[in-house]
């Protein structure tokens, strides 16, 4: 998460905010898509209703061939940033969650990684390796289930199960 120095002389911060949206939909109408805004700053200590729009980053998700145009929001008294993102996508992540968890399954039950049309092979192997690395950091090295009940218990410990910090 990125900081910078803020008002209060605390550390703010970039904040990911998560909305049903439709991607084809955002893309279609781009910037004049009606992004839904926080009510509120989320920050500890802060609670502000002074949330002001903040400019657009642009995304590339695989369903699009192209990138798309994303909202994001700056709390006006302690300057911390939220961008919108759409409902089951990962943060650094372009691929859907359902799609990631099909992959690594296929992987655990075939012994091969999915061949069909999609996230290429190495995205593949990165996700497994990030999972791998993530249950032996988070849930311990005598971790006795398996690498989808490991992705289940990391997301219910509201973890990223494949994330990756290099």
Same mark, same amino acid.
């Given at each position: ?91 650094? !992540? ?11 399954? !296929? ?18 192997? !990165? ?10 950091? !988070? ?28």
């Amino acid at each position: 998460m990125a900081t910078f120095p803020c008002r209060f002389g605390r550390r703010c911060g970039s904040l990911s905010l998560f909305f049903m949206m439709c991607v084809k939909e955002i893309l279609r109408l781009g910037r004049n898509y009606e992004f839904p805004r926080p009510k509120r700053c989320l920050r500890e200590g802060c609670g502000s209703s002074r949330i002001w729009g903040h400019g657009f980053v642009e995304r590339n998700f695989d369903e699009c061939d192209e990138s798309i145009p994303l909202r994001k929001w700056r709390c006006d008294d302690c300057g911390c940033v939220y961008t919108i993102r759409p409902l089951g996508y990962w943060p650094r !992540h372009h691929t859907p969650i359902h799609i990631i968890l099909a992959c690594l399954c !296929h992987w655990l039950t075939q012994g091969s990684w999915d061949r069909t049309p999609g996230p290429s092979r190495e995205c593949q192997y !990165h996700w497994r390796r990030a999972l791998a690395r993530n249950i032996k950091a !988070h849930l311990g090295m005598n971790f006795p289930g398996t690498l989808v009940e490991g992705f289940f218990e990391l997301i219910h410990d509201f973890r990223v199960p494949v994330f990756r910090s290099d």
